[in-house]
């Protein structure tokens, strides 16, 4: 029973919860029990609150008792990113630097959740300031990977991938400036959406690039991640970038299928512009055929060199991460972790010249990328352009970053899921990404549901967890 309880969904423990056939209190109580004997093995959590936890779940039980239903998130278990504020626990960025920063309100998208009637379980695991890992020189060890704990769990929200993956709990937020919700989906076969820039609030958080930085929910299935977007997403006029639009029903879609859309193909990222490893690339060309069979129209997409996106994020990203990191750079140097140290420090050698340009490169690759979506509903490429590799190989590991196609939908701002495509030769999980006009999440869970349908790919978990 408490394995099944692991692998249960929002959307699965939303009805039982409803029907009082089973109660938030017991799912509390086995996903924290599956924490304590699991987690040492993945490092999911930097900080479990079990107290806290079951005193939420014992709210929502009562309420539940009552007839007071607050929706599909009541009494769902969950856990944040470590740069996400929850008032009273520190807020640490996986950082010596931050050991004792004791948040004093919550970040929007926590107090939304909670309002929601969501049971924060703690705090996850990330790379040191969503930047520096996977890293062995920080206060906590990394997360890694339950498909193969000797590999990658992806980052920079490791913890929430791995979380979900080893089923320590349904629903995680993490965040992306470059890739951070959608790589460990891609490494931990588990469903991770970066919305459009705007849709949801980062307020409360620890910035890495203003510019860039997103917060995305992450779970193991489509609709599960739609539910928890419905939470999330909506204007909050304390983030400058917050965007005042509408949010709709994000389930409203699911079952409409892939027929009649029109699906570009964005093949020159993983075919030309970086080879993409032969498994990994058969997989998003299986996908294409799953939905030219789903009556799809397919169409070849052609887009600006991924590497020019690359080149442009990684100046944008730096410049501003420095900036931030300044001061604790020149008065605390080695308080940071080495990886993290030399990433950050790559912004002081960039020039206010350099940052200008591209940010005027930035909006000529968003203007083609808008110009090339104009008569499609979605696009459908690589994430990563390899399975995961393993931890201890720091070659692999640099070249993570580089082989990816994902910096190019924080430059363009348009929203991105990734989900899971099958699984490599070494049993490591494959990946697609899908990506939208800004504002078009839900048409890009329409066609995920219908992918998710027809492979069921969702529903593989790791065989034999540690533990």
């Avoid at 970038?241 to 990222?269: H, M, N, W």
Wanted: glycine letters at 10%; hydrophobic letters at 45%.
């Amino acid at each position: 029973m408490m394995s099944e309880l692991g692998f249960l969904g929002i959307a699965e423990a939303s009805d039982l919860l409803r029907a009082k056939k089973l109660s938030p209190v017991e799912l509390t109580k086995a996903l924290l029990e599956r924490i304590d004997r699991l987690d040492k093995n993945y490092n999911a959590f930097i900080a479990v609150t079990p107290e806290a936890a079951l005193a939420a779940a014992r709210q929502a039980e009562a309420e539940i008792a009552a007839g007071r239903w607050r929706g599909p998130f009541h009494g769902i278990p969950y856990a944040l990113k470590d740069i996400i504020d929850v008032a009273g626990l520190p807020t640490t960025a996986h950082s010596k630097l931050l050991q004792g920063n004791v948040a004093t309100e919550d970040a929007p998208v926590g107090a939304r959740l909670k309002a929601a009637g969501g049971v924060l379980l703690g705090k996850l695991s990330t790379h040191e300031f969503a930047i520096g890992g996977p890293s062995f020189d920080l206060p906590w060890p990394p997360a890694r990977n339950p498909w193969n704990r000797d590999y990658f769990a992806g980052g920079s929200s490791s913890g929430s991938g791995a979380g979900l993956a080893a089923g320590l709990f349904p629903a995680a937020l993490g965040t992306d400036t470059g890739g951070s919700v959608r790589n460990p989906a891609s490494q931990c076969g588990i469903t991770g959406m970066k919305a459009t820039y705007g849709r949801v609030s980062r307020r409360g958080l620890l910035p890495l690039a203003f510019s860039l930085d997103h917060v995305g929910p992450m779970t193991r299935d489509v609709r599960d991640n739609a539910l928890m977007l419905q939470v999330i997403a909506g204007h909050d006029p304390g983030d400058p970038a917050s965007a005042d639009e509408p949010v709709p029903d994000y389930t409203a879609s699911l079952g409409d299928g892939a027929k009649g859309l029109r699906v570009g193909v964005i093949r020159q990222f993983y075919a030309k512009d970086i080879a993409a490893h032969p498994e990994m690339a058969a997989a998003v060309e299986a996908a294409v055929r799953c939905f030219a069979e789903a009556g799809a129209e397919i169409r070849e997409l052609n887009l600006p060199p991924l590497q020019d996106f690359s080149a442009c994020g990684q100046v944008i990203m730096l410049a501003e991460a420095y900036a931030v990191h300044e001061r604790w750079l020149k008065e605390r140097p080695e308080d940071y972790g080495a990886r993290g140290r030399e990433r950050l420090l790559a912004g002081a050698a960039l020039r206010a010249a350099d940052y200008i340009q591209a940010v005027r490169w930035r909006l000529q690759l968003r203007d083609a990328a808008a110009a090339a979506f104009r008569d499609i509903d979605l696009a459908l490429t690589v994430s990563s352009h390899d399975p995961a590799c393993r931890i201890d190989d720091d070659a692999a590991l640099a070249a993570t970053y580089s082989r990816q196609a994902r910096m190019a939908f924080n430059i363009t701002g348009q929203p991105a899921l990734v989900i899971p495509a099958g699984f490599a030769a070494s049993g490591m999980p494959l990946s697609v990404q899908l990506v939208g006009r800004p504002f078009t999440e839900a048409v890009l869970y329409r066609a995920a549901a219908a992918y998710e349908a027809a492979t069921g790919w969702s529903k593989r978990h790791p065989a034999g967890l540690a533990g």
